[in-house]
């Protein structure tokens, strides 16, 4: 279609494009086809594709939306093509599904494994820069789950589908606030420590206000502050 060819007046062409009405029936066909597809290809790739993804899951779902996208409106292309690429991924992630439940190494190298973040209250940050995890990011996933104190985190494990997965202490452990800095009310209904201190880059803690001189032995950095026990 040439520069001549487009008139902001042309309705039809804007409305319809370049294709008889009777193509709107074939396209009726096309996505009810294309839809029944998708929906077997999801079953045979089980209810994992319904929830949150591994990398090879998204991988296949990301291939098969484009494999199916053109069809459904592209009078030229046929639906032939889109079925037998979605063979092919339903094939490829039953055959990872199948060797990641035999061998935990193949499970490793197809979907990742999980990782550590938080160990008795304190981040890990060697662990989270390999996984690029920010102490931000960590942080907020944290308040998300209704926790303001560090201290309280016996574990906290990223999982290999991204999701964060989190264990606490039955009684409260002093431990950093991770209340932002601005929202200085709600921090200050925290109930703070007079002989425990908390790093504030890593949340590790110290019991002797002697050892604020020192660089905290978890991270390396020099910034202390009270801990909290609420």
Sequence with gaps: MGADDIAITDYMRIILGDVPWSFLIEVIIRITFIYLLLMVSMRFMGKRMASTLSNSELAALVSLAAAVGVPMLAPERGMLPALIIAVIVVSIQRIISYYSYKSSKFEFLALGDISVLV??????????????????????ELRSAGITNLGKVRRSYFEATGEFTNYLYENPIPGLNILPEWDESFRSEQQETVDTFAC??????????????????NCGEKDWTNAIVS
């Design 200 to 217: 504030r880059n890593c949340g590790n803690t110290v019991e002797n206000e002697r050892d604020r001189e020192w660089n905290c032995s």
């Design 119 to 140: 160990k008795d209250g304190r981040m890990l940050l060697d662990v989270m820069k390999l996984n690029r995890v920010s102490p931000e990011r960590l942080l907020a």
